[in-house]
């Protein structure tokens, strides 16, 4: 193995990128791009949902609980209505996320201990729908409690407002900050997404352009033609990782808990699954738009599967096998476990052995896929 032919095709890898520089800022701009976006324009915290009111009763008992439900933050009274048909017109125009029905004998049915609101949630946003149904039930529960407090304190018994004191610590996240959740998975999925398109485009490119046969009449190998052309992918794809990642820690502020030298082995050791795998894209596909075919559909796959969008853990258990097959799967947690808990080797072990046989069969097979397409 000559490091120096290495070394010419890596420089010619290089050029390609440098020249066009119109494609290189694109490349290293989106992922920045899409951290803004995650970080400022996405926010998984459902609060403030529009609502509107239909206060059939009129009386101090429903002018309190209007009251309770506005001092929680939870749902902004945007707007009164005459009945339930106005509230669904209303969440129809988009006007409201919500409505409260209060019935006309609201006071009564509190007397008697059987008062009921309804609520009507707008189920076109699944996420404003899930949560507005879990604040309606802790909004109900909590009102119901205040008013039998205030019953049994009349009848001259002296209850405590809280007997039990639940008192919860939230480790590594205590202000559920959504971009500290983010970060360490954009880490992972951009490390994938670049090192496979990258890989798979620049030589099914070169393919289409003819020129890895005037290569191979050169006295370079195979294998160093491989080495040659994944070095610039995955030079570029940890410069993008990595400006990620400071943006996070310098811009969001997003702690590193871990250690950053293990981090930066692990991604660089992470990256050569995905060069794996676009060495495999790359000699499946005949021209450039079929491999942007097979790696939109990897990539689309590998994110629901690999635990960036959804939790593993409630997977089925043939989904969650069939996700072993996609190298997020495996770097997911160690991401995360570094940079949000700081834990080390000891902890992530499990991850990291999966993580080393995953990119040995990958690359050997990437490396024969590779060998069988230039032959």
Request: aromatic share 10%; with cysteine.
């Amino acid at each position: 193995m000559s490091l120096l032919r290495i070394w010419t095709v890596t420089q010619k890898g290089f050029i390609h990128i440098l020249r066009d520089k119109r494609t290189l800022m694109m490349m290293l701009s989106i992922p920045m791009l899409q951290l803004l976006l995650f970080g400022y324009a996405i926010d998984m915290n459902v609060d403030h949902v529009p609502t509107v009111i239909a206060d059939q009763s009129h009386d101090a008992e429903s002018r309190a609980y209007i009251e309770s439900v506005e001092a929680s933050s939870y749902f902004d009274v945007v707007g009164y209505v005459a009945g339930p048909d106005e509230m669904a017109a209303a969440i129809d125009r988009g006007d409201a996320h919500a409505g409260i029905f209060i019935p006309p004998d609201f006071a009564a049915q509190l007397k008697r201990g059987d008062a009921q609101v309804s609520f009507l949630v707008d189920g076109s946003d699944v996420l404003t729908a899930q949560s507005a149904y879990a604040m309606a039930g802790t909004l109900g529960q909590n009102y119901a409690g205040q008013v039998q407090l205030q019953k049994m304190e009349a009848m001259g018994f002296q209850i405590k407002a809280n007997p039990i004191d639940a008192r919860v610590r939230i480790l590594y996240n205590p202000n559920m900050e959504n971009i500290w959740f983010t970060i360490p998975g954009m880490c992972a999925m951009i490390l994938q997404i670049q090192t496979i398109a990258l890989t798979a485009a620049s030589v099914v490119r070169e393919r289409e352009a003819g020129t890895i046969e005037q290569l191979l009449v050169t006295p370079i190998r195979p294998i160093e033609l491989m080495i040659g052309k994944v070095i610039p992918n995955l030079i570029l794809a940890m410069v993008n990782m990595l400006s990620i990642l400071a943006l996070g820690v310098f811009v969001f502020g997003v702690p590193f808990q871990g250690s950053f030298r293990l981090f930066f082995w692990l991604s660089l050791l992470y990256s050569f699954s995905g060069l794996g795998l676009g060495l495999l894209i790359s000699t499946v596909s005949k021209n450039q738009n079929q491999a942007q075919q097979i790696i939109m559909a990897v990539m689309l796959v590998g994110l629901v599967l690999g635990g960036f969008l959804f939790p593993r853990d409630t997977m089925p258990q043939v989904l969650r096998i069939i996700g072993n097959i996609f190298p997020l799967t495996y770097f997911i947690p160690i991401s995360r476990g570094i940079i949000t808990k700081g834990v080390g080797l000891g902890m992530l072990w499990e991850q990291v052995a999966g993580l080393v046989l995953y990119v040995a069969v990958i690359m050997i097979a990437a490396s024969r896929a590779f060998r069988q397409g230039l032959d």
